[in-house]
T-cell receptor
Framework: DTGVSQDPRHKITKRGQNVTFRCDPI?????LYWYRQTLGQGPEFLTY????????KSRLLSDRFSAERPKGSFSTLEIQRTEQGDSAMYLC?????????????FGQGTRLTVV | TQLLEQSPQFLSIQEGENLTVYCNSS?????LQWYRQEPGEGPVLLVT?????EVKKLKRLTFQFGDARKDSSLHITAAQPGDTGLYLC??????????FGAGTILRVKS
């Protein structure tokens, strides 16, 4: 399977705990994106990387959220001190960099439930 | 406020009917993509359009990008139950992040 891979698929955690999600992009793609999606809404942009550089972060990404892509390959998204409002589907996507347009391919997502 | 407005929000039709979903914006995009998403899964890319006025066909699906590159439509001919899902449009500028509409939920009844 050469698609975008996310782990875990599902995570249930107690409020206040920290969680970390992993994303493995398509191997030749140098751009990696994180999105969050709640029920009935389209995905909301969180952050993206070009290789190991984090190029943009959304205002949605509070201080409790941090993302890394240390070697320009896989990426992790950590949420500290989780809150019930963090419950959502967290989506990762990757794309090859083209100056004119973005063509992003998504993983299956990580469903986070904070209880 | 959604940068991309999709309509209708929800559509329930009978198998065999035709339908059109719209994606509108006041902003110009360098590309626009359509995705289909099933419950509990990630969005799956259907098509990318980059040229104003461009029309692309994918079997029973026809995608059009507006001349001004601000809007797009998705037309499905003879809908089937397998077309059921959430249809999302997403716009991109200059190779950067995509911004998504809220989606259109399509239900095709047999």
């Amino acid at each position: 399977d050469t698609g975008v891979s996310q782990d875990p698929r599902h995570k249930i955690t107690k409020r206040g705990q920290n969680v970390t999600f992993r994303c493995d992009p398509i191997s030749e793609h140098n751009r990696l994106y994180w999105y969050r999606q709640t029920l009935g809404q389209g995905p909301e942009f969180l952050t993206y990387f070009q290789n190991e550089a984090q190029l943009e972060k959304s205002r949605l990404l509070s201080d409790r959220f941090s993302a890394e892509r240390p070697k320009g390959s896989f990426s992790t998204l950590e949420i500290q001190r989780t809150e019930q409002g963090d419950s959502a589907m967290y989506l990762c996507a990757s794309s090859p960099f083209r100056q004119v347009y973005t063509e992003a391919f998504f993983g299956q997502g990580t469903r986070l439930t904070v209880v | 406020t959604q940068l991309l407005e999709q309509s209708p929000q929800f559509l329930s039709i009978q198998e065999g009917e035709n339908l059109t979903v719209y994606c509108n914006s006041s902003s110009v995009f360098s590309s626009l993509q359509w995705y289909r998403q099933e419950p509990g899964e990630g969005p799956v890319l259907l098509v990318t359009v980059v040229t104003g006025g461009e029309v692309k066909k994918l079997k029973r699906l026809t995608f059009q990008f507006g001349d001004a590159r601000k809007d797009s439509s998705l037309h499905i001919t003879a809908a089937q139950p397998g077309d059921t899902g959430l249809y999302l449009c997403a716009g991109g500028r200059d190779g950067n992040k995509l911004v998504f509409g809220a989606g259109t939920i399509l239900r095709v009844k047999s």
